[in-house]
Each structure stands twice: as C-alpha cells, then as structure tokens.
C-alpha cells in the first residue's frame, strides 16, 4: 500500500508546493518511484508547476480534475462515469512513475456541504450534526484516493494554507505530515499550532476511525547568504533548541531564484534545471525523506 503524506503548514507561501512537486519529481527520477501528486489546493499552484495552463483548461473543459470527484461523493449521482484513474494524469514531464490529479479553482461549495450533512444527519436520527461532519470531514479524501493507493509508492497531497475541509481530510487520510517552514520565530510558533491542530483531530476520531498520522520532518527553507542568511542562522539555533533531531530534516532548500523561474516553465527545478543548487537540494532531500519514511514506518508498526 502506497504511503501518504500530506505537505502542510497554515502559512502560505513557505514553499508547501515547491517541495511538493520537486520531492515528487526526485522520488520518480532519481529512485524510480510511482508517485501520485493531488493538488488540494484551488490556487492549483502544484498542478500549474507539471503542466501548462493550456493543457489545464482541457482538462477542466472535461471536467478532469479533483472537483469532479469531491461533487461525486457530496452529491453522488449514479450517471457520473469518470473514475479517479481517468482523471489521473500520467507521465508527468515525461517522467515515468510521476502522475498528478490535478486540482480546480473550484473545489467545493461550502453551503452545499452543510446542507447536505445536515439532510444525512436528520435522515439517519444522528442529531450530532458536529458527530456527521467529522465522520465525513475523516473519510473524504481516504475515499478519494482509495481505488489507486495500491498503485503508488507514494501518494503526496498539497494542502492549501489554513485548515480547511480538505486540509483536515487529507491530514487524516495520511501516513505522515511534511511541514516546510522558514526559521522564522513565528513560523516556529505556527509550526507548534498545527501540531496542537492535528493533536485535536486525532483525538476527536479516536473512538471511531482513528487517524494514524505522524510528523515526518520539518523542512525548512532557508535564505542563502547576507543579512538575511546571518539572522536565519541564529533562529536555526533555537531550532535545535525546540525540536528533536528526529523531527527535523537535516537536509534544507536554499532559496535559489532557479526554484522560482522554473515555475514559469511548468517543470520542477529539479528537472528543468538540475544542476542548480535548489534542485541539488531537493535530490538530497529525497534520499532523507525514503530514509526516514522507512525508519518511521517501522516505528509506527512496532508501536
Ligand atoms: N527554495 C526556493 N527558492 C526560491 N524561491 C522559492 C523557493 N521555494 C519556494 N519559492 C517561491 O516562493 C513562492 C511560494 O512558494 P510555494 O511553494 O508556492 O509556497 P506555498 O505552497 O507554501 O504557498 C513561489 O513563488 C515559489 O516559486
Ligand atoms: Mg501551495
């Protein structure tokens, strides 16, 4: 069974979706890994990062993206005919082993949701509106991705900032949580606000479908040389201070302005640019992740 890991941080422009889709383009590259992307995020910033805006719009025109099958279960319609494996896009920047199901501007609608979990709960004398919505918020995107977790190594979902629905659904449906972060004082409380967040949800399921997430590493992204280099630093220190070794990952992301261009290409850097210093960032980093997703995995089960 595929492993799943969710890229979260409720900070937004932290580089959630960059190390996404690179960590996803080395594991497929470098280490011959079968990996799925699922872009959770309706600013589709890691389906525009693997194909063109152009390609897109087809998509979409045929209703090829997630939103159709979040409708599907918030709406079930019996004559809907697209699976997930027809809205997966294979051979992802020609890479074997790399797909994505790409996102939509428009993933859901919040009201039509309340509405219809509000009809379930009264037509199933379930008067806990907030017990319905949890038991739905914990098995949305599980259900999603079910008929292909066997086909993936790994299956990597981008979570949007904040903690929305899909956030709180994807976190549940996960093995583990990436969490990339600038060395930041705040950013480092953020980071301690999620983990209260997930703490909360994984006790909310307990006594029904528990969620077995773990953190798998805090990634940070750190500024290269000057000033701003110097003060990362210092904050790095505190780091060490606040967190263990085993929840961090050795291995930072440099800002390298290649990280940024390579967007306008629609290719991760690490394909579009190998030899740059971000991209050999993140082919090291891939080399961390398979380690500690190994020695982690092992732990969980042991426990
Ligand atoms: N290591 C990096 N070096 C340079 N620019 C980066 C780096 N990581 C991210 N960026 C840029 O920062 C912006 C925000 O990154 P993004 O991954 O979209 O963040 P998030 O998904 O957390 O909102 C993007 O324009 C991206 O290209
Ligand atoms: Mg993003």
Redesign the pocket.
């Known amino acids: 069974m595929g492993t799943i890991i969710s890229t979260v941080?409720m900070?937004?422009?932290?580089?959630?979706?960059?190390?996404t889709v690179n960590l996803a383009t080395c594991l497929a590259k470098k280490h011959n890994k079968r990996v799925l992307v699922l872009d959770l995020?309706s600013q589709i910033?890691a389906t525009l990062s693997l194909i063109s805006p152009h390609d897109f719009a087809k998509l979409r025109k045929k209703k090829h993206t997630l939103s159709y099958l979040l409708d599907n279960v918030i709406n079930p319609n019996p004559w809907s005919k697209l699976n997930i494996q027809d809205i997966i896009v294979p051979n992802i920047c020609g890479i074997d082993g790399l797909e994505l199901l790409p996102g939509d501007i428009q993933l859901y609608d919040e009201y039509q949701v309340s509405q219809m979990l509000h009809q379930r709960a009264t037509e199933s004398n379930e008067h806990e509106f907030g017990r319905v919505w949890d038991s739905f918020e914990r098995v949305l995107i599980e259900q999603i991705i079910e008929p292909v977790v066997d086909e993936y190594d790994f299956i990597i979902l981008?979570c949007a900032?904040g903690y929305n629905l899909l956030t709180r659904s994807g976190i549940a449906a996960s093995n583990f949580y990436l969490l990339?972060a600038r060395p930041e004082p705040l950013s480092l409380v953020g980071i301690q606000l999620l983990e209260r967040r997930i703490a909360k949800l994984k006790q909310s399921h307990q006594d029904t479908q528990p969620v077995n997430v773990n953190l798998l590493g805090i990634v940070f992204?750190l500024s290269a040389g000057g000033l701003m280099g110097r003060y990362y630093k210092q904050v790095m220190k505190r780091v060490q201070d606040d967190f263990t070794a085993e929840q961090l990952f050795s291995q930072s992301?440099?800002?390298?302005?290649n990280?940024?261009k390579a967007?306008d290409l629609f290719t991760p850097v690490s394909l579009a640019m190998p030899n740059s210093g971000?991209s050999k960032a993140f082919m090291k980093l891939s080399d961390e992740f398979l380690t500690k997703t190994l020695v982690k995995k092992e732990l969980v089960a042991v426990n």
Request: proline fraction near 12%; aromatic fraction near 0%.
């Open positions: 941080n900070k937004g422009g932290v580089g959630k979706t960059t190390l995020d910033s981008d900032p990339p992204i992301i440099p800002m390298d302005v990280v940024a967007v971000g």
